[in-house]
């Protein structure tokens, strides 16, 4: 694929990296590299890039993955971010809420004082929370989030809306970055509804990762042009998809180069120019 020549400066807010060698690549079907999506960053004019692991297993948890992508991306242009996963159920359902009365972390999951040593740990810039696939963290665990500060990257969708982020995250005192609008994949309503919030909450931000509708990301930049951040959600798309579906877009430039570059470095500093 030719490289992009766009002439902005593009920092990448999500994109996905798991550490698996070259036997795992041919068992799962793992075909990304650290050294081809750096490839693939690199065609599309990203400079640097927010990565954190894919999904593994319930029981297994996330320390030797958020450990090996920490690894992975020393002399790369990556900013790991540690995933992180807790026991409540994240749905609205009765029974949900019931259980996570009595709900208690297992061994697995994410204790606040794993979160302080990533925190204070340098490799880490910020986290990743699915909790659809990986359970909501405990009150403990979320307090010490909001201790530390550091930014929040969640995906949504219907299992978890934007609004139960809304209500569960955005009023702690840490970014909140809503990946792909909340309503991946492709659900207009949820993306809508997680616009509409950004009224609301000030540390509540969207990234644009697998939004495929132009009058949505339209709308957004136009509405709130400092809260929009640039998420190619690569692997899955080659970053080139999401740099064009920006530049295709009937908005201003400086619109774009807030989302490209001047959105993410606000949340996460480290992606600021001068640290490239």
């Known amino acids: 694929m030719l490289e992009l020549n766009h002439g ?8 996905r990296l798991d550490p698996t060698d070259e036997a795992e690549v041919a068992s799962r079907g793992r075909e990304t590299t650290p050294e081809s999506l750096e490839r693939e960053l690199h065609q599309a004019g990203v400079v640097k890039a927010v990565v954190s692991p894919g999904s593994r297993p319930a029981d297994e948890g996330y320390l030797r993955a958020n450990n090996a992508v920490a690894r992975l991306s020393v002399e790369r242009p990556f900013l790991a971010f540690a995933r992180i996963d807790g026991p409540r159920d994240p749905s609205s359902r009765a029974s949900a809420r019931l259980r996570n009365l009595t709900a ?6 994410a204790s606040p004082e794993d979160i ?3 925190a204070y740990d340098d ?28 930014p929040v990257v969640v995906d949504g969708g219907r299992e978890f809306p934007p609004a139960a982020v809304a209500e569960t995250l955005s009023d702690r005192e840490f970014p909140v970055v809503l990946a792909g609008f909340g309503g991946y994949p492709l659900d207009r309503e949820l ?10 909450y000030d540390q509540l931000y969207l990234d644009t990762k697998h939004v495929h509708f132009r009058s949505v990301l339209e709308r957004a930049l136009l509405e709130h042009p400092d809260r929009v951040l640039f998420g190619s959600g690569a692997p899955e798309t080659h970053p080139n998809v999401g740099v064009m579906e920006i530049l295709t877009l009937d908005v201003s430039e400086d619109a774009m180069r807030r989302a490209f570059s001047t959105n993410p470095s606000r949340v996460v500093p480290a992606l600021a120019p001068g640290e490239d």
């Open 116 to 118: 302080e040593q990533y």
């Open 123 to 150: 490799r880490f810039h910020g986290f990743t929370l699915a909790p659809d696939r990986d359970g909501l963290p405990d009150e403990a665990t979320l307090d010490q989030l909001e201790d530390v500060g550091l």
């Open 191 to 200: 993306m809508l509804e997680a616009i509409e919030l950004l009224d609301q």
């Open 104 to 109: 208690s972390r297992a061994s697995h999951h």
């Open 8 to 15: 902005f400066r593009v920092v990448d807010l999500h994109a």
